[in-house]
Structures are given as structure tokens and as C-alpha cells.
């Protein structure tokens, strides 16, 4: 991958250092940026997320959009709320990573991680059959898709979606509906609106950095874990 497109991802992991490596091309020769990841996921209350959030994670059925820019805290919450739900839900999750950095272990629920690189994760959305499915990798066309579908077969998704962090729903709905092929676009379009739940904008701010969110959902059903 490297050689073919002048950059690669990875994760490495010896049992005691966890990190995130990207190696890329430069003018004189290759470099490399290397972040050290948290090993287990943080809680709701260790990213000072609202009590909002903390209801979302009791959602049956919908579509959870977790907006912001890039490292600006989106993959934090999305582990969070992945935490939360595996501690207090006999639920199975599934998550479509680029590179899976949080590991999950089983606790009141079950959650199976699969890591997508650069290939597309429409084919994995589809192939899951997990209670919730949790997706932080690239959203083309197809993958969007594939969200849609889960959502409106009966299960919970959440995904990340890079957006201004107080992008409302309308906007986040326009956004999605772009990157859907012209015939689709309106199916999608009708679903999103219809599945939408919860928009959860996350940015970084401060020294030393802290995430601020916006919550914006409306009713959504609630069930018995």
C-alpha cells in the first residue's frame, strides 16, 4: 500500500504499547506519525459527555450520527458510547473501524470488532446481523446505504461522520444525501429523515483539551436493556 498509493495505517500492538501508525512519502524520503491509543475505551463520564448521550445508548431502533472534525474527539465518544452500551445492554454490537483502536470486551453485552483498512465498509454494515452496528470508517454512497438499511431492518446505528460539530439535522441529512448516487439519493434521503435520531456534535477545546458536545435528537423510543 505504500508503494501503490505513497501512504499506509496500521495498528501496533505488542501486549503493553498500543498505537496508531501512519507512514507516508515525503520530499527526501518516508516519515512517519505515531499516536499512543488508549487500550480499553473510556466511559461517558470520562469524556464529560451529557446525560443526552447517555439516554441515546438506550435507543432500540435509529440512527445516531457522532459529527465533528477530524481529531476532534469523534472516535473517543464513538468508543464511549460503545462502552456504555456493552456495559448496560445484553445487546451484540458490531464495529466497521479503519483501524480498531479501543478493544471491548464482553460484559453485559457482546461487541465484535472488525477492522476495514482503506477498503470499502459497505460490505461489512451489510454483513452484520449484531443488534447495533457502530461504523468509523469512510462513508461513501454504498456504505451510506448499508446504514439506511440496518436502520430501518429494526437495529441501532451509529457513525461517525466528519461535519461542523454544531451541524443540525438537516444539514447532516443534506450532507449524507450528497455523497449517495443521483437515483438513490431521494430512498436515502427518506430514510434518514425517518430514521434520524440523535445528531451528537463533539469538538475538542481548552487547555488542556476538553470535548464540548451538542445534542440534538428528538424523541426516540426507549427500551428495557
Known sequence: ELEARGE??????????????????????????IKLVARHAPSLADVGAPDDL????????????????????RSTTLAAIVRAINETRAKSVATVEEHVECLHAPQRGV????????????????????????????????AIEALVD???????????????PHADRRAIVDALCERVAADKRDRVRRLLE???????????????????FAVSSRAPRLVAA
Open 8 to 33: 499506509t495505517g496500521f495498528m501496533f500492538d505488542d501486549g503493553t504499547l498500543r498505537a496508531r501508525v501512519r507512514v507516508f512519502r515525503e520530499a527526501g524520503g518516508t516519515a512517519a506519525i
Open 54 to 73: 447517555g439516554r441515546l445508548c438506550q435507543i432500540d431502533a435509529g440512527i445516531v450520527v457522532v459529527a465533528g472534525h477530524t481529531r476532534g474527539g
Open 111 to 142: 461487541v465484535h470488532q472488525r477492522e476495514v483498512g482503506s477498503r470499502p465498509c459497505a460490505p461489512m454494515i451489510r454483513a452484520s446481523e449484531a443488534d447495533v452496528v457502530a461504523v468509523d470508517a469512510g462513508l461513501d454512497g454504498d
Open 150 to 164: 440496518a436502520a430501518e431492518s429494526g437495529r441501532l446505528v451509529v457513525a461517525v461522520v466528519t461535519a461542523h
Open 194 to 212: 425517518q430514521h434520524l435520531a440523535a445528531v451528537v456534535g463533539v469538538s475538542l477545546t481548552g487547555a488542556p483539551r476538553r470535548a464540548a
